[in-house]
């Protein structure tokens, strides 16, 4: 079955520590996202690419990092310079074109030790 | 800068009522989604609006896209303890697929 697979589902992070989430998709689609959802709260948008080996910053970029080596792949990393990474994070996929409904994958919970 | 307001942010409705969600934006938007988010979950696509007056019918859940107006509605006819859900609209800026979220609405429908 197509789809988008996000490891791990729960992680923790220590101070100072960089982490990296995974995205990957099996839908064939050009354009892939990360969003960060805080409690009771809409998803806003970190980074987004369109295609391979380009990405493009979204709304609240700083003190994240991704690449795009393949389609089926984007990951992200939070790094120490996040000061306030708890959340909800989903990543979504969808074919390009301005009309396309982005698929999201089931999330990764990231939280402080 | 295209903003995305939703109102109300809370709903409690009784089983067998209608209610309506409404969705405004702040600047010209060609393309308004909805999606559904139940607790812990993920996020499903529920509609795609494309263009003014576009209507679409799943169920018991109907949406409406006015760009004049800015505004988009998620109707909800006789509610059913399954639509209980946090339901949010975005909208969609520019030549790509970037996306504004809206901050919800959580809906419960008590029997």
């Known amino acids: 079955d197509g789809g988008i697979t996000q490891s791990p589902k729960y992680l923790f992070r220590k101070e100072g520590q960089n982490v990296t989430l995974s995205c990957e998709q099996n839908?064939?689609?050009?354009?892939m996202y990360w969003y960060r959802q805080d409690p009771g709260q809409g998803l806003r948008l970190i980074y987004y690419s369109q295609i391979v080996n380009d990405f493009q910053k979204g709304d609240i970029a700083e003190g994240y990092s991704v690449s795009r080596e393949k389609k089926e792949s984007f990951p992200l990393t939070v790094t120490s310079a996040q000061k306030n990474p708890t959340a909800f994070y989903l990543c979504?996929?969808?074919?390009?074109?301005?009309?396309?409904?982005?698929?999201f994958g089931d999330g990764t919970r990231l939280s402080i030790l | 800068e295209l903003k995305v307001e939703q109102n109300p942010l809370f709903l409690s409705m009784q089983e067998g009522k209608n209610y309506t969600i409404y969705c405004n934006y702040s600047?010209?938007?060609?393309?308004l989604y909805w999606y559904r988010q139940d607790p812990g979950k993920s996020l499903e696509s529920l509609f795609v609006l494309l263009s003014n007056g576009a209507v679409k019918q799943e169920g018991r859940l109907m949406a409406s896209l006015d760009t004049k107006a800015r505004l988009s509605t998620l109707h909800i006819t006789a509610a059913v303890h399954d639509l209980s859900a946090t339901y949010f609209c975005a909208g969609g800026i520019g030549a790509t697929n970037k996306l504004i979220f809206g901050t919800g609405t959580l809906l419960a429908v008590q029997p």
């Open positions: 600047t010209t938007s060609d393309r």
């Open positions: 839908l064939n689609h050009d354009a």
């Open positions: 979504a996929s969808s074919m390009r074109g301005r009309d396309q409904p982005q698929h």
